[in-house]
C-alpha cells in the first residue's frame, strides 16, 4: 500500500492524515494544539508537526508529503536562517495602519493590478512595512522573509540555507510582492514595505518535488485556502464558503481577478488556476461568543436559533467581535441593534448571530458574482458548518442552496492530495469526489440581509 501524508497547519492546530494512494482512504490521523495569540514562535509549530505525527503513528510507507498553511503570516529569518522574531499572522491587525500607508503611497488600482489585491492588515506585505517603522532593529536583520508554510517545508528538508526556502503559488499570492497574472515576485513592492530587497522563497512548479524528509518526497505545499480546494476536488463553478476561525468564500476560476476595492483579492489556486477570495475575520467565534452570552453550548444554541422566526424579530448582530477585514474595518467592534422587550431572548439572540454571521459571508459571495465568477454549487464547509442552524439558515441568506459535505479535515486531505500529484507526477491535478453530501435549500430572505446593510453602513 502507497501512502501519502497531507498537513494542516492552521491558526489553532496541527492536523496530520495519512491517506492510501490509490483508494484515498484515510489510514490514520493526528493532531496537536497550536498556541494561543496573533504572534506565534514558528518553533511551536514545529514541535506541533512532529507531535500531531506521532499521534497519528508516524510515518511509516509514507511516500510523499505536503504542507498546507495559514495564508499571510510573516516569518523573518537572518543571514542564519534563524527567526528574528515571532511570526505576525493573519488576524494580527496591528498592521492596518501600515496598509493605509502602502494604499496610499501607490494607490487602490495600481495595487490590484500589480498582485490582484489590495493590501489590508492580513497581508505580508503590510507586516513587513510595520516591522520597518516599529521594529528598525529587527528588520535591519532580515535576510529572508517566507509564509508558514514555506518554512515548515523548509524544516522538513533539513535546510539552514536561506536560497532553499520554496513557497506555491496559492500562498505567495496572499504575500502582496507576487502576481498570480504574471507569475512573478514584485520585489519593488517588497523593497517598499521593508525598506530594502530581502531573499524570498523559489515559487515551486504545481506538482514538484521540492525536497525530501529522509526518503520521503516532499511536495509545494499550499495556502489552506487553495489546498481546501484541493481537498473537496472543487472545480471551475464551484463556490466554497468555509466558516472556521476566519470566514472565507472562494472559488476556483480560470481568470485572473484584479478588484480595486480590496474586497477580493486576487489569490492564486494550487493547480495552474485562480481562486478569487473575500475573507471576513468574524465566523466561528461569533457563534462561539453567541453561545457564551447565552450560557449554552453549541449545540443548544443551534437549537435555539432554530426556534426563533426568521430576521428574529428585527434583533440583528453585526458581528465584529475582532474588528473586520471585509469591510476593512480593523478597529470596529461589533453591535446589536432592533433590541425590544419582545425579542430580548437567547433564541432571539442565536438566531441574530447566525443571521449576522452569514450575511457577511454572502456580502462576500455577490462580490465574487459582481466580477462574473460562476456560481454552479456552493460548498459549506468549516466547524461552523457543523451547527445544524447554520446549514438551514445559509440558503435563506446565501440566496443559493448548499452543499455541505461531511466534516472532514479537507486542507491536509487537499495537502495529501498533492502529495499523490507530485509522487505520480502527472500532468493532471487531483480530483477527489466526496462522499456523503447533503443538500439544504430554503426560500431567500432578502430583507433581513437589507436590514443588516443599514445597520452595517454604520458601523463604518
Known sequence: MSLVAGVDSSTQSCKVVIRDVDSGALVR?????????????????????????????????????AVGGQQHGMVCLDEHGQVIRPALLWNDTRSAHAADELVRELGAEAWAQAVGSVPVASFTVTKLRWLAEHEPENAARVAAVCLPHDWLT???????????????????????????????????????ALGREVAVPRVAGVREVVGHYGDIALAPGAGDNAAAALGLGARVGDVVVSIGTSGTVFAVSDLATAEATGTVAGF??????????????????????????????????????????????????????????????????????GLRLANATAAHLARAAVEGMLCGLAD????????????????????????????????SILGYPVTVPPPGEYVADGAAAQAAWALAGSDDPPRRVTQGTET????PLPEIRERYHEFRDRAA
Open 154 to 192: 523548509w524544516r522538513l528538508r533539513g535546510s539552514t540555507d536561506i536560497s532553499e526556502l520554496t513557497t506555491d503559488r496559492s500562498d505567495a499570492s496572499g504575500t502582496g510582492y507576487w502576481s498570480p497574472n504574471t507569475g512573478e515576485y514584485r520585489p519593488d513592492l517588497l523593497a517598499r
Open 268 to 337: 492564486a489556486d494550487a493547480t495552474g488556476r485562480h481562486l478569487p477570495l473575500v475573507c471576513t475575520l468574524n465566523a466561528a467565534r461569533v457563534l462561539d461568543a453567541a453561545s457564551a452570552m447565552a450560557g449554552v453550548d453549541l449545540d443548544e444554541l443551534s437549537r435555539l436559533a432554530l426556534s426563533a422566526p426568521p430576521g428574529a424579530d428585527g434583533l440583528t448582530l453585526i458581528p465584529y467581535l475582532e474588528g473586520e477585514r471585509t469591510p476593512n474595518l480593523p478597529d470596529a467592534a461589533g453591535s446589536i441593534h
Open 29 to 65: 490521523q493526528g493532531s496537536a494544539p497550536h498556541p494561543p495569540g496573533t504572534a506565534v514562535d514558528p518553533e511551536a509549530w514545529w514541535q506541533a508537526l512532529h507531535a500531531a505525527i506521532e499521534e497519528a503513528g508516524g510515518l511509516d510507507g509514507v511516500e510523499a508529503l
Open 440 to 443: 439544504y435549500d430554503g426560500k
Open 364 to 395: 462576500g459571495l455577490d462580490a465574487l458574482t459582481e466580477l462574473g465568477v460562476p456560481v454552479g454549487r456552493v460548498l459549506l464547509i468549516g466547524g461552523g458548518a457543523r451547527s445544524e442552524a447554520v446549514r438551514a439558515v445559509a440558503p
